[in-house]
């Protein structure tokens, strides 16, 4: 457990109370935080279930253009001899 809380310490997610084996978050790690959050919710989320066949059968922008972006990729692929996933 020390790696993980070694890192975020390093990276000043984190910062630890003198004399303790506490931490508290920094203003930057609460920032992070929140950044990320808002990420995930107002963008990741709502975009992978637009894009995402059988959680959406709408055809939006995204849409359209990941399934765009799906064909190419599966048609290059062979002639960059890597196997698509």
């Known amino acids: 457990m020390t790696f993980p809380l ?5 990276h000043q997610i984190i910062a ?4 303790t084996h ?3 978050l ?3 790690g ?3 935080a929140w950044f990320f959050t808002r990420t995930y919710n107002r963008l990741l989320r709502p975009g992978l ?8 059968k ?3 922008p995204l849409r ?6 799906d064909r190419n990729v599966t048609t290059w692929a062979p002639q960059a001899q890597l196997s698509p996933a």
């Open 64 to 69: 359209r253009a990941f399934d765009k972006l």
């Open 58 to 60: 709408l055809s939006c």
């Open 26 to 28: 920094t203003d930057f």
């Open 16 to 19: 630890r109370l003198a004399g």
């Open 6 to 10: 070694r890192r975020l310490r390093l």
């Open 49 to 56: 279930g637009r894009i995402l066949p059988e959680f959406s």
């Open 30 to 32: 609460l920032r992070t």
């Open 22 to 24: 506490r931490y508290r």
